[in-house]
Structure formats: structure tokens, C-alpha cells
């Protein structure tokens, strides 16, 4: 199951660009930027995922505003969605 995740305007001014202040070159670099910003979702949700032992997952589709969470089981998706967001979608 496919989660969009969008980036919330909080987040994206206060701990997403803590991200860009560790790699200055996410603020000019298109590459270094979405990396960023992945490393900043897998931190925020990836962690609470697999401390809820859900590790099939992955985070792609990265853009400023959003990303995707693919899960390989559908009822990792059901449990986790009301805790961290997002909705399903259809690829």
C-alpha cells in the first residue's frame, strides 16, 4: 500500500531546515536537497515506523512539498497512517 505524505509548512521551517543547515549544499544543489529531505522523513517517520517494527517500507517519490511511503504490507499501512498521516494512493 502507497501513503502521500504531505510536508506540513511548521515542519518545513523548523526541523526540516535544520536538515539544510547540516548540507549547505541543499540550498542550491536539486540532488542534495531531496536527499535532505529524505533523510529528514526516514528520521521523523522511518524511526517511529521501525520502532513499531514495521521495516518494509520505503520512502520515495521526494519532492519539497511531499512524499510517498511504500508499504509491503497493507496492514503496516492501516496501523501506521493514523499515527503519523497521510492517505492512500493509487499507482
Same mark, same amino acid.
Given at each position: 500500500?502507497?501513503?502521500?505524505?504531505?510536508?506540513?509548512? *511548521?515542519?518545513? $521551517?523548523? &526541523?526540516?531546515?535544520?536538515? @539544510?543547515? %547540516?548540507?549547505?549544499?541543499?540550498?542550491?544543489?536539486?540532488?542534495?536537497?531531496?536527499?535532505?529531505?529524505?533523510?529528514?522523513?526516514?528520521?521523523?517517520?522511518? *524511526?517511529?515506523? $521501525?520502532? &513499531?517494527?514495521?521495516?518494509? @517500507?520505503? %520512502?520515495?517519490?521526494?519532492?519539497?512539498?511531499?512524499?510517498?511511503?511504500?508499504?509491503?504490507?497493507?496492514?503496516?499501512?492501516?496501523?501506521?497512517?493514523?499515527?503519523?498521516?497521510? $492517505?492512500?494512493?493509487?499507482?
Amino acid at each position: 500500500m502507497k501513503v502521500h505524505m504531505n510536508i506540513a509548512n *511548521g515542519d518545513k $521551517r523548523g &526541523s526540516l531546515a535544520k536538515w @539544510f543547515e %547540516i548540507d549547505p549544499n541543499a540550498q542550491v544543489d536539486n540532488d542534495a536537497r531531496i536527499a535532505a529531505i529524505t533523510q529528514w522523513a526516514d528520521a521523523r517517520h522511518g *524511526g517511529w515506523l $521501525r520502532s &513499531s517494527d514495521i521495516t518494509d @517500507f520505503t %520512502i520515495y517519490d521526494v519532492t519539497d512539498d511531499s512524499f510517498r511511503i511504500d508499504f509491503t504490507h497493507d496492514t503496516d499501512a492501516l496501523f501506521a497512517m493514523p499515527k503519523i498521516g497521510g $492517505r492512500v494512493v493509487e499507482e
